[in-house]
């Protein structure tokens, strides 16, 4: 997969540029506005684009992207790090917004959770741990091995695998579940929840279904 | 009720104008009183007089002179009063007196047997008109004797009819005027006093409303500028005297929002310039193997980016006051709650929340909420116990944020708690708790992010508490002014 990582300053820009290839990404690194301009002319899977740029604002090249009807995941990595100016990056149409100074970690595992998201060909097979999930056919594997889980099971680890690490709110699993029906029962969703959690764990999945009092449910990779 | 109001406020405008009036009032009220008891004086004098000179008249025409033939000399001088005047002269207490005397002070007349003795001042007088004497009080006697002298012409010689009293008209129009017509214009003048003086309050209020209208525009102006926005104070409807402060305000704004701009560049090229270099830098160190100190040297590098990342939010945070309008706070901290269990996990917190099914309206900017409850999250998460190695969730420790229907939310961790001498304290800038022997604090704080909680629920007209929490560990509430 390739991902245009947009960012003058040289140093930060050879280090993301490492950690992604290092962990199986083709990346391309340009250094002015005109340059990504240039770039963005070949198709890409992911933006990661700074803010602050020699020849602009990179929140304008994210205008300009959405508004010729480009919706390539981009995050905004930026020094401009208070709240407004982070609403402004993502009310531009960033897909998230990443204040320096970060982690390469988290950089990875934002740009991972992206391409999730996105539904592109990334997002066709949904993997934690030793989970596989196709959402083209909604089959569920482990290690190889098909797992048979029910409709609604399926739907929930769907939702879980798309915001892996991340919090999944029970409004939007009971969204996920029961549409826009008023007979939505939270005991259907936490039975549901029983369920998925029991198969998990019978199986070797290499993964945690984690009850986050008050919110939602959360899906991490077991510590190995 | 007024009058008091704009007596405590010693520096308004509106109660020195009152004052100074009531000032100029009562000095003319003075004047007045004093021109009355002057003009009362001056009538009793000019009545006392024309007394006399009727009395003299009266005793003159009453006269009749037997002279010798041949020498012209007074034979005889009798005083032929109306019994009536004559009552008077005999009675002592109207303190009337005559005395009649020729050139040569020989006495021809008197009234009384001690009429030489009282208007013995008048003895030597020779007067050619009638002629007034006022003689100084003598020992004894309450007030001075009225003396007049009025020569008549004989053809013989000049005789001389003294008439003197006591000052009593005087006395008792003075008397009459203070004790009754002087209470009687104070009646008058006091109600009056005090009407002008509230007619004067209204009227100043009245005229200083422009200026009010004026300080209130003027604020309103500031507060724009200082968010960023360009504007400026009207010059319609703002008297003339104030239109020179009016146009200096407006150049000082216009100086202040461009120095403001240029600061607020400035800051965000600060942020630039240090956040990028400590991207690098955490950057450069996580790409390196395993060495001894990493550990600590990641530690100061999260530190100094916290730093960075508060000291830039303190300082706009000043600049750019929250704007408040009704918000749902517990899906606004449950969103935020969400957003952070990740970061809780990793540190081997369970994160867990709490909040009503219903809606908790409150005044709030989401933004600096989710800044000040996040910070306070932040804290919680940094200051929980870490649990040991290999240990599952059953052991993790908990972080409990409560939301409750009044509007407060509540953040409860297990850390080692804020002792109660220290609570005051934590608001504080760059207050950091205990700290270890090289000086840092014991968990990696920057010292800024209670002080930026604080001035948020100042914003918010909020309150920010920390208290002990039961069983160990801290409670911080943030309670919310509800919608």
């Not at chain 1, 002015?32 to 198709?43: K, S």
């Not at chain 2, 005789?159 to 008058?188: C, H, N």
């Not at chain 2, 934590?426 to 992010?449: C, D, I, K, M, Y």
Request: proline share 4%; charged share 20%; net charge neutral.
């Amino acid at each position: 997969m390739r991902i245009l990582v947009i960012e003058d300053e040289r140093a930060l820009a050879g280090f993301i540029e490492q950690t992604l290839r290092q962990h199986g990404f083709a990346a391309s690194v340009a250094g002015t506005l005109a340059e990504a301009r240039t770039l963005l002319t070949q198709p890409f899977d992911a933006v990661i684009c700074d803010r602050r740029l020699p020849d602009g604002d990179g929140l304008d090249l994210v205008k300009e992207l959405r508004a010729a009807g480009n919706h390539v995941p981009l995050l905004m990595l930026t020094a401009l790090g208070l709240p407004k100016e982070r609403v402004a990056g993502l009310e531009a149409g960033a897909d998230d917004y990443l204040p320096k100074p970060f982690s390469l970690f988290e950089l990875l595992a934002r740009v991972k959770a992206l391409l999730r998201r996105s539904g592109g060909p990334a997002g066709l097979v949904l993997e934690l741990g030793n989970l596989q999930l196709n959402t083209l056919h909604d089959t569920v594997q482990v290690k190889g091995k098909t797992v048979g889980l029910g409709k609604r099971e399926v739907v929930l680890l769907r939702h879980l695998l798309q915001r892996a690490g991340q919090v999944v709110g029970k409004d939007v699993l009971e969204q996920a579940l029961y549409g826009d029906t008023d007979e939505k029962s939270r005991t259907a969703l936490e039975v549901a929840i029983h369920r998925l959690r029991k198969v998990l764990a019978g199986v070797d999945s290499g993964t945690n279904l984690v009850t986050v009092r008050g919110i939602g449910y959360l899906l991490e990779e077991a510590a190995k | 009720m007024e009058l008091r109001v704009v007596s405590r406020s010693g520096n308004s405008l509106l109660s020195g104008l009152v004052l100074r009036f009531a000032l100029v009032l009562a000095v003319v009220m003075g004047v007045v009183f004093w021109q009355i008891e002057r003009t009362l004086d001056a009538t009793g004098d000019m009545a006392q007089d024309e007394l006399l000179r009727r009395q003299a008249a009266e005793i003159v025409n009453s006269l009749s002179i037997d002279t010798h033939r041949k020498t012209g000399e007074i034979t005889r001088l009798r005083v032929n009063l109306t019994p009536q005047s004559a009552a008077a002269y005999l009675e002592r207490s109207q303190g009337y007196v005559y005395y009649i005397q020729d050139e040569t002070g020989k006495m021809l007349a008197q009234s009384d047997p001690m009429a030489a003795i009282w208007v013995q001042p008048a003895l030597t007088a020779r007067p050619s008109v009638p002629t007034l004497l006022d003689t100084e009080a003598r020992d004894g006697e309450s007030s001075a004797l009225y003396i007049l002298v009025q020569p008549v012409i004989l053809p013989s010689g000049s005789i001389y009819v003294i008439v003197g009293q006591y000052r009593t008209i005087d006395d008792v129009l003075l008397q009459s005027a203070k004790s009754g017509l002087l209470p009687d214009l104070l009646m008058v003048l006091g109600p009056l006093f005090i009407g002008a003086l509230l007619a004067a309050v209204a009227l100043m209020r009245q005229s200083l409303r422009p200026v009010r209208t004026l300080a209130r525009a003027m604020s309103q102006v500031g507060r724009d500028v200082r968010l960023g926005h360009e504007a400026k104070v009207g010059l319609e409807n703002v008297p003339t005297e104030v239109r020179p402060v009016v146009n200096a305000f407006n150049e000082v704004l216009a100086d202040f929002a461009k120095s403001l701009s240029a600061q607020q560049a400035l800051t965000a090229d600060t942020a630039h310039q240090l956040k990028t270099p400590l991207a690098v830098m955490q950057a450069r160190l996580e790409q390196l193997d395993d060495f001894k100190g990493r550990k600590e040297l990641e530690r100061d590098v999260l530190r100094m980016n916290r730093l960075v990342r508060q000291l830039l939010h303190y300082a706009v945070l000043a600049q750019h006051p929250a704007t408040l309008a009704p918000g749902d706070l517990a899906a606004e901290v449950r969103e935020l709650v969400a957003g952070m269990v990740p970061l809780a996990r990793q540190a081997g917190v369970d994160l867990r929340f709490n909040a009503p099914e219903a809606a908790v309206m409150v005044q709030m900017d989401p933004l600096q909420v989710a800044e000040a409850v996040g910070n306070l999250i932040d804290n919680a998460i940094r200051h929980s116990p870490q649990p040991g190695k290999g240990d599952k969730d059953k052991k993790m420790t908990t972080v409990d944020v409560d939301v409750s229907a009044e509007g407060k939310v509540d953040v409860r961790d297990r850390g080692p708690g804020v002792a109660v001498a220290d609570q005051p304290m934590v608001f504080t800038r760059f207050w950091q708790g205990p700290t270890n022997q090289s000086g840092e604090s014991a968990h990696g704080g920057a010292g800024l992010g209670l002080a930026i909680v604080a001035e948020i629920m100042r914003q918010h007209g909020g309150t920010a508490n920390v208290a002990a929490r039961e069983g160990g560990g801290t409670v911080f509430t943030l309670g919310f002014v509800r919608s």
